[in-house]
Nanobody
Framework: QVQLVESGGGSVQAGGSLRLSCAVSGYTMSYKCMGWFRQAPGKEREVIATIYTTAGSTYYVDSVKGRFTISQDNAKNLVYLQMNSLKPEDSAMYYC?????????????????WGQGTQVTVSS
């Protein structure tokens, strides 16, 4: 059974940094897509970063490019999201997700496996 567990969320001031971790169990990370999503109150969930674990190729939504970095540690079955220069508009519940590459790009995949989420709050 696939399990994803996020950690690392918290409260920071604008301009600060956080690193989110996603621990993956029961799931082989090879040839797979991993994604970080977020959902703020009253807003739709959005994909913010993905990584194709075989090749290490990444995608970022424009709003986080240059500030966030997704990475993987295959040996530890961990996926990270390093978030720098945080802004109040980054405040949201952050989720990691996993699935096979069922579309052309990982960002287009309809993910089957989700973590429970970790809250990120950025104050101005």
């Amino acid at each position: 059974q696939v399990q994803l567990v996020e950690s690392g969320g918290g409260s920071v001031q604008a301009g600060g940094s956080l690193r989110l971790s996603c621990a993956v169990s029961g799931y082989t990370m090879s040839y797979k897509c991993m994604g970080w999503f977020r959902q703020a109150p009253g807003k739709e969930r959005e994909v913010i970063a993905t990584i194709y674990t075989t090749a290490g190729s990444t995608y970022y939504v424009d709003s986080v490019k240059g500030r966030f970095t997704i990475s993987q540690d295959n040996a530890k079955n961990l996926v990270y999201l390093q978030m720098n220069s945080l802004k109040p508009e980054d405040s949201a519940m952050y989720y990691c997700a996993a699935d096979r590459l069922t579309s052309v790009y990982c960002r287009e995949v309809s993910y089957s496996y989700w973590g429970q989420g970790t809250q990120v709050t950025v104050s101005s």
